[in-house]
């Protein structure tokens, strides 16, 4: 495998109207989670990759397995569990507009990883091993393994992409911030948002937070910056990348479409800029259609968009 990603994927059912979740009546079954995101993303890029996790020894976790194995990924690594369900959660529309989320993922089966689930061979022969800051919130379990996965990529020249993706819900903010920073200090390519990346750092703006981060050992940092784009630097570049025009429909999995792509260009062997240009076109693609996974470009689509023949917006 190119890329070795991990975490927790879960079942979400979104109402089917925009009322409390006491009066929906109906819901649509859909997989979500951020790894498995960026594994499917990159599958559709033409890259082989392998997401793991631990899933329940139950109909959720078939389901899960399915889509992610459907979509090209190496699930080989996955393990089951009957000591604890597959996590799921819900999907509220607020009336007036808006969504709010009710996780039910606490003692979950992903949550029961280890260190103990890591294939040090399967990650040692991958040129990038993509994390997130999700996975350590679950558990100190899950915590204990990040680290672990980090090291051993470290040891073993596996480049190391971060995503910080702080998940509010799950954290004590103090927490948040020492483990977050943490992980961080081990990591190659961090891809923070600017919120996340003035929590975690203490300053203001792209540059400085980029800076930061790069004092810390990076060595580069891209900060997403939603419809403006996103800004790239390293020790040796630096610049803006604009946001591509499109209508925003959904803008959820932006930053996994995001991630995709960037390591996507890594293992193209771009420059910085390219990279970040080509994560900011995947980005753009997946903010226009439905869906977290829905929209990823295949390479032909990314192609089209990055050369300015197709703007493709459904
Ligand atoms: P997520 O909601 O998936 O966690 P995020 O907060 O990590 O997303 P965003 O900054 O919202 O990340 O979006 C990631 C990237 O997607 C942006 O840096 C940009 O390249 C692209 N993008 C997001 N929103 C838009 C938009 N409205 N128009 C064009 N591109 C966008």
Redo the contacts with the bound molecule.
């Keep these: 495998m190119e890329v070795v990603t991990f975490g927790e994927s879960m079942v979400l059912f979104s109402g089917d109207q925009d009322l409390p979740l006491e009066y929906v009546h109906r819901f649509n079954k859909q997989m979500a989670g951020a790894e498995s995101n960026v594994a499917i993303g990159l599958a559709r890029l033409g890259h082989s990759v392998g997401w793991f996790s631990k899933l329940g020894q139950d109909a959720f976790g078939r389901y899960i397995l399915q889509c992610v194995r459907g979509q090209g990924v190496d699930t080989s690594r996955c393990t089951f569990t009957d000591a604890a369900p597959t996590a799921v959660f819900f999907k509220e529309r607020r009336p007036g507009g808006g969504t709010k989320v009710y996780y039910y993922r606490d003692r979950s089966a992903a949550s029961k990883m280890t260190p103990a689930d890591l294939d040090e061979a399967y990650l040692t022969q991958a040129k990038i091993l993509h994390v997130t800051g999700i996975t350590p919130a679950l558990s100190e379990g899950c915590f204990e393994l990040v680290l672990r996965a980090m090291e051993s990529a470290k040891r073993n020249d596996v480049g190391i992409v971060f995503d910080p ?1 702080i998940r509010w819900k799950l954290w004590d903010r103090a927490e948040a911030k020492g483990k977050l920073l943490e992980l961080a200090s081990r990591a190659d390519y961090i891809l923070p ?1 600017l919120d996340e990346g003035e929590f975690l750092t203490g300053v203001t703006g792209a540059n400085q937070i980029a800076e930061f981060f790069l004092k810390l050992g990076a060595k580069a940092v891209v900060v ?4 403006d ?2 800004y790239y630097r390293s020790l040796t570049e630096r610049g803006h ?1 604009p ?2 025009p ?1 209508q ?1 429909i959904d ?8 991630a995709a792509g960037f390591i996507s260009g890594l293992l193209r062997g771009e420059s910085l800029a390219q990279a970040a240009a080509r ?2 076109a995947v ?2 693609i ?2 226009g259609v439905h869906g977290d996974t829905e929209g990823l470009p295949n390479e032909e689509e990314l192609t089209a968009v990055l050369s300015g023949q197709s703007t493709y917006q459904n």
């Design positions: 993706n948002g997403k910056l939603g419809k784009g996103a990348v946001a591509l499109v925003e803008p959820v999995g932006a930053g996994d479409g995001f994560a900011n980005g753009a997946v903010v």
